[in-house]
């Protein structure tokens, strides 16, 4: 191959990513889905348009296949403390805190937080990773999409590890970029 080749394949390659950048800017998200809660006085469900968006309703909309396939509502955690950690199992930081974060789940201090991985990679490395390190929280498996929805929780940079404590009233209290110091989470979640 000449240099002429290499230029061209170059070329090329560029104005195919200038394209995606194109086309993805003018992408727009998909509404929220409409929640339905019983009426006051017992009478059915009847949707609450007033019932407030943003990024953990969204979070809460998503459903993801676990490390054994089985899709998982992430519904089932809302109305509880929550540590969501964005991770990928080629990423160091990530790896060096699952041990910690696993601990942090099965020692009972915490009695009523629930950690939950959202794993940047396919299912088959997101459930090798399991089955070799046995992780005490559940493992989803966000792909792509994870990094996205990793920025909507403040994750500007797009950076793993991410990690976002969620108040059981459905807030975020704090986001952290990087490998977690665990003596600052403690202090953050003694606060919950």
Partial sequence: MNKKHLFAYGIVAVLFAASGFLVGGKLKPAPEPMTFKPAPGGGGAAPLASEPAGPVANLFAQTMPDDKGTQQALAQWRGKPL???FWAPWCAPCVQEM??????QTDGKYKDLQVIGIGIDTPTNIAEFNQKFKIGFPLLVG???GTELSRTLGNAQGGLPF???????????????????FDKLAQDLGTL
């Fill in 83 to 85: 540590l969501v950690n």
């Fill in 99 to 104: 041990p910690e974060l696993s601990r942090l």
């Fill in 143 to 145: 792909g792509t999409n």
């Fill in 163 to 181: 990690t976002v404590l969620i108040g059981a009233d459905g807030q975020v209290k704090k986001g952290y970029l990087g490998r977690l110091n």
